[in-house]
């Protein structure tokens, strides 16, 4: 890319950017690749989408929200382990099954089931039970 190119794109001044092209400066690998750079290639990385899938808060929300003391708020793990828990649930366990029973969408506990690959069959059972 031409440094008239660079400015355009990512904002950095022509004189930043020879400061930079210096042999003692530490971003000269970064000059370097900037200058070698096809401007059409850096254009479609810049348009592409990124595909990041955020971690699904709303069931976490749901149940933490109607647990009012909250040194019993349940985290993303251990929301999780729950629907793997094999041995008794205690009342917060069995209170956070209830509250997603009742209060949470069908949306946000597919989400968090998908997101977690959790088992369909896990989360039948415990929430028929």
């Known amino acids: 890319m031409k440094v008239k190119e660079i400015h355009s794109i990512f904002g950095v001044a022509p004189a930043t950017f020879f400061d930079w092209?210096?042999?003692?400066?530490k971003k000269l690998a970064l000059a370097k690749l900037l200058k070698n750079i096809?401007?059409?290639e850096v254009l479609q990385l810049l348009?592409?989408?990124?595909?990041?899938v955020a971690k699904?808060?709303?069931?976490?929300?749901?149940?933490?929200?109607?647990?009012?003391?909250?040194n019993k708020h349940f985290?993303?793990?251990s929301l999780k382990k729950l629907f793997y828990?094999?041995?008794?649930?205690n009342i917060y366990d069995?209170?956070?099954?209830?509250t997603i029973k009742n209060e949470a969408t069908r949306e946000e506990l597919v989400d968090?089931?998908?997101?977690?690959?959790?088992p369909a069959v896990r989360v039948n059972k415990l929430l028929s039970a």
């Open 47 to 52: 348009q592409k989408e990124e595909t990041v």
């Open 56 to 70: 699904p808060m709303m069931l976490l929300s749901t149940v933490n929200c109607s647990i009012g003391n909250k």
């Open 94 to 98: 069995k209170y956070a099954l209830k």
């Open 85 to 89: 828990k094999k041995d008794d649930l």
């Open 38 to 40: 096809d401007v059409e």
């Open 112 to 118: 968090f089931t998908n997101y977690y690959k959790i």
């Open 21 to 25: 092209s210096k042999d003692d400066n």
């Open 75 to 77: 985290t993303l793990t």
